[in-house]
């Protein structure tokens, strides 16, 4: 996917690497939202990443394992992190 040129600033402002960026369309769950698709780890998306790249890259990782991302028609259009629960309808 193609970031913006918000969510590049974004990600800068909130410390979040382009790596968890990468996990997160890899891993992530997707929820569909207006128009737009917003994903963020599960518990079972951060099981498979630990499966995958080992606990001691993670841990690394740790404080933006709660992360999301908004993609709009293919773009990511902001990244964040997550304070709530995602309400899923």
Known sequence: ??????????????????????????YGAIDHQRGSELFYFTRKARRALQRDLGARVLRRYDNCLDAY????????????????RVVRH
């Open 1 to 26: 996917m193609k970031l913006s040129d918000h969510a590049r600033v974004r990600m800068q402002q909130r410390g979040i690497p382009l790596r968890v960026v990468d996990w997160l369309a890899a």
């Open 69 to 84: 991302m908004v993609c709009v028609d293919g773009q990511i259009a902001t990244v964040g992190h997550r304070y709530q």
